[in-house]
């Protein structure tokens, strides 16, 4: 079993619907978590990060972060074709450098 | 604020050269800078990890000395991948910890260098 589990997806949606993507792990020393954004070719970037449990909103972005359950969550709403990427959870333990990565979730979002 | 960049963005070299990446941390300065690999369709793989003015630790199957890492300033990295062969065909990717008020203490990435070995 893997330390962080994403489902790869293709998730394909219409534009202006909500995007809802999660992430689960079993590591529980897990405190700092993150959401990158890949588009094809390059780099991921920075979106949401977030410390231990709550929720945390940027924009159309909304991380929600569920300890007990192990369980972290970004949606985003008034999707556009330009949110269409991958979508990487990261996380770290707190006295870790290391990030460990999700696998990806494709998002499509339809014009 | 973040920005970090890569140098070149693509690269072909023949079979047994070597070849150099850079890796900068343009606003901000990095004590900590990592690089991965990515292949098509598939998650981030740590390479290894580099401190500032310290050797890099590498992750477990990374071969040191056929990827090596100088970290010789707060914002620069380089890899250099020696005597390349066509399997170290890949995407690779370097990011650097930020730090200071204005960065957020987590990990920004740069652009990718795509290497293609002949």
């Known amino acids: 079993q893997k330390e962080v589990e994403q489902d790869p997806g293709p998730l394909s949606v219409p534009e202006g619907a909500i995007v809802s993507l999660n992430c689960t792990y079993s590591?529980?020393?897990?405190?700092?978590f993150m959401w990158y954004r890949q588009y094809s070719r390059k780099g991921p970037e920075l979106l949401m990060y977030?410390?231990?449990?709550g929720n945390k909103e940027d924009g159309r972005f909304t991380a929600q972060v569920d300890k007990s359950s192990k369980y972290i969550s970004l949606f985003i709403r008034d999707s556009q074709p330009s949110d269409s990427a991958t979508y990487l959870c990261a996380m770290r333990a707190a006295a870790g450098n290391k990030l460990t990565f999700g696998g990806g979730t494709r998002v499509l979002v339809k014009p | 604020g973040a920005v970090v960049s890569q140098h070149p963005s693509r690269v072909i070299c023949k079979s047994g050269t070597s070849v150099k990446i850079e890796c900068r941390s343009l606003?901000?300065?990095?004590?900590?800078m990592f690089w991965y690999r990515q292949f098509p369709k598939k998650s981030l793989m740590l390479m290894a990890t580099?401190?500032?003015?310290?050797?890099?630790?590498?992750e477990q199957g990374v071969e040191k000395d056929k990827f090596l890492i100088n970290h010789a300033s707060l914002t620069l990295s380089t890899l250099t991948v020696t005597s390349a062969h066509p399997e170290d065909s890949s995407f690779y990717i370097c990011s650097a910890r930020g730090s200071g008020d204005r960065v957020a203490y987590e990990q920004y990435f740069g652009p990718g260098t795509r290497l293609t070995v002949t």
């Open positions: 977030t410390y231990s449990s």
């Open positions: 580099s401190n500032e003015g310290s050797k890099a630790t590498y």
């Open positions: 606003d901000f300065q990095a004590t900590t």
């Open positions: 590591n529980s020393a897990f405190q700092y």
